[in-house]
């Protein structure tokens, strides 16, 4: 982690806290003299989706705070503050259990593939119910990557 990267954590950490949500990821990227600060944030309780107007609601905050984070220096930013969307890897415990009843492609360490849906989730892993109706259980340890499968009905 940079000093950059720690100052912004710090800086920002009360607003996310107070809102009784989560720092999801923080990227930091650079565009020649500009950055992108891309700041995700998510629900503590992962059955309640996060709405627009929550992640509006500390948008203000964070931006004025980092507007005075000296570490920043003269060198202007765009400041991206929303959700992790479909295409962000399920890593923790609480993404599978925010997920259950979605379909998930998971690639193990081992190199095997597994499709389904989580039909459940724990803090050890999940399990995966396939098209044929076989269920897996996956286990967080095993896993090398898993994403949501996006489906159009």
Excluded: C, Y
Excluded at 24 to 30: R, V
Excluded at 96 to 114: D, H, M, P
Excluded at 115 to 131: L, P, Q, V, Y
């Amino acid at each position: 982690m940079t000093s950059v990267e720690g100052a912004i954590r710090e800086a920002i950490s009360p607003f996310i806290t107070d809102a009784n949500l989560f720092l999801e990821a923080l990227q930091i990227s650079s565009a020649g003299k500009h950055r992108l600060i891309r700041i995700l944030v998510d629900r503590l309780d992962p059955q309640t989706p996060l709405s627009l107007d929550e992640v509006t609601a500390i948008t203000k905050p964070i931006s004025e705070r980092l507007d005075s984070l000296t570490e920043l220096g003269e060198r202007p930013f765009t400041l991206e503050v929303s959700s992790p969307g479909v295409d962000f890897p399920l890593t923790l415990p609480r993404h599978w259990a925010k997920n259950v009843g979605r379909l998930v492609i998971v690639t193990l360490k081992s190199g095997e593939q597994a499709t389904g849906r989580i039909s459940s989730a724990d803090e050890e892993g999940a399990t995966i119910e396939s098209k044929k109706g076989v269920a897996q259980k996956v286990l967080l340890a095993e896993i090398a990557q898993a994403n949501i499968e996006i489906e159009f009905k």
